[in-house]
């Protein structure tokens, strides 16, 4: 594509996209205040949320956001895997590129954290987030960054998912200089620089798409292609092609024919958010009423207009006779129907609590002490409450995040040679099994299940002492190890472990025939 092609291109995206920000800036408005900047710009200073007459719809989504965080990425919370069963070299290695990619994403300078926090807040409350994955300007580790939805447009391909994505990018021309070297700036913006314009804007597109869309012979050996476009001066900045996506954009809830997702919880909670802040505001104005009501006064006898603040004194005429009913009173009101809007105000939070899944994502309560099955069953519940609502974000927001950090790393030779890569794992897709409270994974199963195979068998060879023959305590004891988490190092070889036994009966029977000889 040619600077004219891509700059036209990236306007048509725009314009199929802008027809979403009108919803994205009502749904801010709500529930996400600070974010409402879609269609247009807050000023430094400005009070955010200064429309809302009720916090209630903006700490429910804080408290959603938050969840995601706390629930999914707590500790360990991933582990890498393979679609076949590695050797014991195979698991140590993997062991190693999972301690050696915990430990980078999580760098305080890969800005992992401060990334996936705003991304959440994003997901919760419009459905989507874009989140860049890249190295770091030195090539020593990984950078995230959370991009605003306004900025960004992207495209669905055949398959389903986002194949490309191009984002608006105005940083200070010093920025640029930065992030391109001065020298690979046009000669217009090198002036600038020159006459000390540093903080002036710069106007650039950032593509990110598949190299066949592209279309240029020397890039086709990639899978995509990112390029940087200066749209003022028309000029392709930079230009590099890639073996991963830049872009990863977590989707809630999805549509066919449209590559923009919905947020469940504020689609289904605007109509309480709109009616909870009307109803506020008229509670508010009758409990005004209530303790300060209106004023009767009988005419021309004031002197002025009344005082009705703190200890405020009204003047009245020195002529009027008191004997014809007090010149000023109060106006009697009926408070009966505050009670009911108090209470139609509560089921409406209750509802608002229940279209942000609050409701769910607590721990039931206890009221009186359970037993372990009882405790079971209930996390059983638990989990099946909640599982709907976090596991799509396991596979299509931290899979994603995991899948594009990894490529990056082994591009980058962060996670070793190739050339150590054990056999058992060579050609195999990495697969990343994800830990949370919610799921108790397949390996802590087979934990679990080794100990009720032990008992039946310790229960059955009461009857017939060759029953233990029926299982490879090897295989299930290595198995039930990993399941609970022991590292991979712990356990010998199972080829030492072979030749050890091997030598220990071989010692054995030597030692019994010595035994026999000396009886002898």
């Known amino acids: 594509?040619?600077?004219?092609?891509?700059?036209?291109?990236?306007?048509?995206?725009?314009?199929?996209?802008?027809?979403?920000?009108?919803?994205?800036?009502?749904?801010?408005?709500?529930?996400?205040?600070?974010?409402?900047?879609?269609?247009?710009?807050?000023?430094?200073?400005?009070?955010?949320?200064?429309?809302?007459?009720?916090?209630?719809?903006?700490?429910?989504?804080?408290?959603?956001?938050?969840?995601?965080?706390?629930?999914?990425?707590?500790?360990?919370?991933?582990?890498?895997?393979?679609?076949?069963?590695?050797?014991?070299?195979?698991?140590?290695?993997?062991?190693?590129?999972?301690?050696?990619m915990m430990k980078l994403m999580n760098h305080r300078s890969a800005n992992f954290r401060r990334s996936t926090k705003e991304g959440d807040h994003d997901y919760a409350t419009f459905g989507n987030a874009v989140i860049s994955v890249e190295p770091n300007r030195f090539a020593t580790g990984l950078l995230f960054r959370s991009w605003h939805l306004r900025d960004c447009a992207w495209w669905d391909g055949d398959e389903g998912q986002v194949d490309g994505l191009v984002r608006k990018w105005t940083p200070k021309l010093h920025e640029a200089a930065t992030y391109f070297g001065k020298d690979n700036l046009h000669s217009d913006i090198q002036k600038k620089l020159s006459d000390g314009k540093l903080f002036d804007d710069m106007d650039i597109r950032h593509f990110d798409m598949t190299s066949v869309m592209y279309d240029d012979d020397q890039f086709m050996k990639h899978n995509r292609v990112s390029v940087f476009l200066d749209v003022v001066n028309e000029v392709i900045i930079k230009i590099e092609g890639r073996r991963s996506k830049t872009y990863v954009v977590p989707r809630f809830q999805t549509l066919a024919g449209s590559p923009y997702a919905y947020s469940l919880a504020t689609i289904v909670g605007l109509p309480e958010a709109r009616t909870l802040q009307a109803?506020?505001?008229?509670?508010?104005?009758?409990?005004?009423?209530?303790?300060?009501?209106?004023?009767?006064?009988?005419?021309?006898?004031?002197?002025?207009?009344?005082?009705?603040?703190?200890?405020?004194?009204?003047?009245?005429?020195?002529?009027?006779?008191?004997?014809?009913?007090?010149?000023?009173?109060?106006?009697?009101?009926n408070n009966g129907g505050f009670p009911y809007g108090l209470e139609m105000k509560d089921g409406i939070v209750d509802v608002l609590a229940s279209a942000f899944y609050l409701d769910k994502i607590s721990l039931p309560e206890t009221t009186h002490e359970m037993?372990?099955?009882?405790?079971?069953?209930?996390?059983k519940q638990y989990r099946r409450e909640n599982l709907p609502l976090f596991t799509p974000v396991e596979h299509e927001y931290n899979g994603q995040l995991c899948e594009t950090a990894f490529n990056i790393l082994m591009d980058m030779g962060l996670l070793g040679s190739h050339q150590d890569i054990p056999e058992s794992l060579r050609d195999k897709e990495v697969i990343f099994h994800f830990q949370s409270p919610l799921s108790q994974s397949d390996e802590e199963k087979k934990a679990t299940t080794f100990s009720q195979v032990s008992q039946m068998l310790a229960e059955a060879a009461q009857f017939d002492d060759t029953v233990s023959m029926n299982v490879d305590f090897d295989q299930a004891l290595r198995d039930s190890i990993n399941g609970i988490g022991a590292p991979t190092s712990w356990l010998n070889q199972i080829e030492q472990v072979q030749q050890k036994r091997q030598q220990h009966q071989m010692a054995a029977a030597v030692s019994a025939e010595q035994e026999l000889e000396a009886q002898r």
């Open 279 to 333: 109803m506020t505001h008229t509670l508010l104005e009758a409990g005004e009423r209530i303790a300060r009501p209106p004023l009767i006064a009988v005419e021309k006898v004031i002197r002025g207009d009344a005082n009705l603040f703190s200890d405020g004194i009204t003047t009245i005429a020195d002529d009027y006779d008191q004997r014809g009913g007090p010149a000023i009173e109060p106006l009697k009101m």
């Open 1 to 100: 594509m040619t600077p004219n092609q891509l700059k036209k291109f990236a306007a048509e995206r725009f314009s199929k996209q802008g027809r979403v920000l009108s919803l994205w800036q009502t749904l801010a408005e709500h529930f996400y205040p600070e974010r409402a900047d879609f269609t247009h710009v807050h000023n430094v200073g400005e009070e955010l949320g200064i429309g809302l007459a009720s916090s209630t719809p903006v700490i429910m989504r804080r408290d959603l956001g938050n969840s995601f965080e706390a629930v999914l990425r707590d500790g360990d919370w991933f582990k890498m895997g393979v679609n076949t069963t590695p050797d014991h070299m195979g698991d140590a290695w993997l062991e190693f590129g999972t301690d050696r």
């Open 371 to 379: 037993t372990a099955y009882e405790v079971q069953e209930r996390m």
